[in-house]
Each structure stands twice: as C-alpha cells, then as structure tokens.
Nanobody, 126 residues
Framework: VPLQASGGGLVQAGGSLRVSCAASGRTFSAYAMGWFRQAPGKEREFVAAINWSGGTTSYADSVKGRFTISRDNAKNLVYLQMNSLKPEDTAVYYC????????????????????WGQGTQVTVSS
C-alpha cells in the first residue's frame, strides 16, 4: 500500500507538531500502522503503533505521554500528534503499514512492517 507522510517542519522545544500519513487503496483498515524515526547517524527506531481499529496503541518509552498516534479509516489517514517536543526528537519520521490487523510481536521492529512511506523531517530547535 503506497504511503505518503507529511506535516514535518521546524518547531521550538516545547512546541507541538502533527505529522500525517496518507495511504492509498481500499484496504487501509486491514493494516496495523506504525511510526518510526531516524536521526542522522542512528538506526531507525520505533515510535508508536496502532492496530486496525485504533483501539490498541503502543509507544516507545521516550515518547510516552507526549506523543499520540491515531487513525481515521474513513480517510485512510494515520496521525502522530507530538507535544512537548525536545531537540532529541529531531529525526526523519516514517510511517509504515503491516499486513496484520492486531499488533503482532514484531510491531516494534522495522522488519515487522511491509510498506514504508518516504519520511518527513521534524526538527526541534533548542
């Protein structure tokens, strides 16, 4: 399923930003979705995941309480609302789709996803 991430930008520390991921096709609700990020010189890391209905979510410890993942299956969109941003949140943010509805045991791994968007840059200034 083609994915297109958008909404990145430059924000000051303590600020908020919402990134979005648009999916093409009629089977969006069949996929669990995830957000990952990759900072320069670092490996891609898990940020958040959501099951097909939005009823189950999971977050990395580093963003828990600050970020919220959600989805709108009618619009084929998944969102990542980021509050209280820190300079260490600076990275390229990627959305990903997995061919299972529930969060599998692999949902925190890059290899647990089948489709990836192109990424959107988020820069948090101090």
């Amino acid at each position: 399923v083609p994915l297109q991430a958008s909404g990145g930008g430059l924000v000051q520390a303590g600020g908020s930003l919402r990134v979005s991921c648009a999916a093409s096709g009629r089977t969006f609700s069949a996929y669990a979705m995830g957000w990952f990020r990759q900072a320069p010189g670092k490996e891609r890391e898990f940020v958040a995941a959501i099951n097909w209905s939005g009823g189950t979510t999971s977050y990395a410890d580093s963003v828990k309480g600050r970020f919220t993942i959600s989805r709108d299956n009618a619009k084929n969109l998944v969102y990542l609302q980021m509050n209280s941003l820190k300079p260490e949140d600076t990275a390229v943010y990627y959305c990903a789709a997995a061919r299972y509805r529930s969060l599998s045991s692999q949902y925190m791994r890059v290899t647990g996803y089948d489709y990836w968007g192109q990424g959107t840059q988020v820069t948090v200034s101090s």
